[in-house]
Nanobody, 124 residues
Framework: VQLQASGGGLVQPGGSLRLSCAAS????????MGWFRQAPGEEREFVAG????????YYVDSVKGRFTISRDNAKNTVYLQMNSLKPEDTGVYYC??????????????????WGQGTQVTVSS
């Protein structure tokens, strides 16, 4: 599976963005997915995850109530709706395929098929 994230940009604090992650390959619809982000000089961190049917989701505490992950398996796409953005949300956002580990894992090591990320900058 190859993944390509898009939808990033420059937004003011309090604004919104919707990221998309397009996947190629039939394995997408049967796999859990995740969004991660990486700020300059920081390690890549988990943001949100969704199971293969799109029913169950989980988030890092810092984005709960502001971000929503969803997916459309018919379109081979996973989304991240980001509202009430803060400067600390700035970073390159990546989508990834869950390869193993327990449900609700936030470990980078449990995900793969990293594609090109999309830059999100929250600044006034």
């Amino acid at each position: 599976v190859q993944l390509q994230a898009s939808g990033g940009g420059l937004v003011q604090p309090g604004g919104s963005l919707r990221l998309s992650c397009a996947a190629s390959g039939r394995a997408f619809s049967s796999r859990d997915m995740g969004w991660f982000r990486q700020a300059p000089g920081e390690e890549r961190e988990f943001v949100a995850g969704i199971n293969w049917r799109g029913i169950n989701t989980y988030y890092v505490d810092s984005v709960k109530g502001r971000f929503t992950i969803s997916r459309d398996n018919a379109k081979n796409t996973v989304y991240l709706q980001m509202n009430s953005l803060k400067p600390e949300d700035t970073g390159v956002y990546y989508c990834a395929l869950k390869l193993g580990g327990p449900w609700a894992t936030k470990s980078v090591a449990d995900f793969g098929s990293w594609g090109q990320g999309t830059q999100v900058t929250v600044s006034s």
